[in-house]
């Protein structure tokens, strides 16, 4: 899948789609297989939808601001940057991504025992950020430029910023279900 080239029509559409796959594969696992890990590098499940939550909260506000009055930064002005970073940074987190990355402090998931309904929160998340994209204008949200909201010299446009969550989203669910591949994966 190319997701740099996503409409924000296609996005929604991934996004509910995750949301169905999501509770089909992991809404029948307990509090304690959600939060199983294998060793303490690695993240459970729960820890998983924790960041993707926590990730796409900031996203959508930085979202909402630079579609609001916020004033633009040094790097949202500079001509043609956005355009530049914003693909390279979806493909970065991307599923087929090579590369491994560490999650930034701020969504980084806080704890290894997590309430049971974080997979709710993540649902009820999948339908709240479709239900704000289909309020947008494809043209305006290319056009508006956001700062990351995790590195501030990152600068990106409002639809490649709707793009790298759908990216970053499937890039986690992989890892959660390889979790629950892996040897010593509590069962029922």
Same mark, same amino acid.
């Given at each position: 899948?190319?997701? #740099?080239?996503? /409409?924000?029509?296609?996005?929604? /559409?991934?996004?509910?789609?995750?949301? &169905?796959?999501?509770?089909? #594969?992991?809404?029948?696992?307990?509090?304690?297989?959600?939060?199983?890990?294998?060793?303490? !590098? &690695?993240? /459970? +499940?729960?820890?998983?939808?924790?960041?993707?939550?926590?990730?796409?909260?900031?996203?959508?506000?930085? =979202?909402?601001?630079?579609?609001?009055?916020?004033?633009? =930064?040094? %790097?949202?002005?500079?001509?043609?940057?956005?355009?530049? +970073?914003?693909?390279?940074?979806?493909? =970065?987190?991307?599923? #087929?991504?090579?590369?491994?990355?560490?999650?930034?402090?701020?969504?980084?998931? #806080?704890? !290894?025992?997590?309430?049971?309904?974080?997979?709710?929160?993540?649902?009820?998340?999948?339908?709240?950020?479709?239900? %704000?994209?289909?309020?947008?204008?494809?043209? =305006?949200?290319?056009?508006? +430029?956001? /700062?990351?909201?995790?590195? &501030?010299?990152?600068?990106? !446009?409002?639809?490649?910023?709707?793009?790298?969550?759908?990216?970053?989203?499937?890039?986690?669910?992989?890892?959660?279900?390889?979790?629950?591949?892996?040897?010593?994966?509590?069962?029922?």
């Amino acid at each position: 899948m190319n997701y #740099t080239a996503l /409409s924000l029509a296609e996005i929604r /559409s991934g996004l509910e789609d995750i949301a &169905r796959d999501v509770h089909a #594969t992991f809404g029948g696992l307990d509090a304690r297989q959600l939060n199983w890990r294998p060793d303490e !590098s &690695r993240w /459970s +499940v729960a820890q998983c939808f924790q960041h993707l939550v926590t990730s796409n909260e900031l996203a959508l506000q930085a =979202s909402k601001d630079a579609l609001g009055n916020a004033p633009r =930064s040094l %790097w949202q002005r500079i001509p043609g940057l956005p355009r530049l +970073v914003g693909p390279a940074l979806i493909n =970065s987190q991307a599923p #087929t991504a090579r590369g491994k990355y560490k999650a930034p402090s701020r969504a980084r998931p #806080t704890a !290894s025992d997590i309430s049971g309904d974080i997979l709710d929160r993540f649902i009820v998340q999948q339908r709240v950020l479709a239900d %704000w994209m289909g309020t947008l204008d494809e043209r =305006s949200a290319a056009r508006a +430029v956001m /700062s990351s909201p995790f590195v &501030r010299f990152v600068a990106y !446009s409002v639809l490649d910023g709707c793009r790298l969550i759908l990216a970053h989203e499937h890039r986690h669910i992989q890892q959660a279900r390889r979790m629950t591949e892996t040897a010593g994966f509590p069962n029922l």
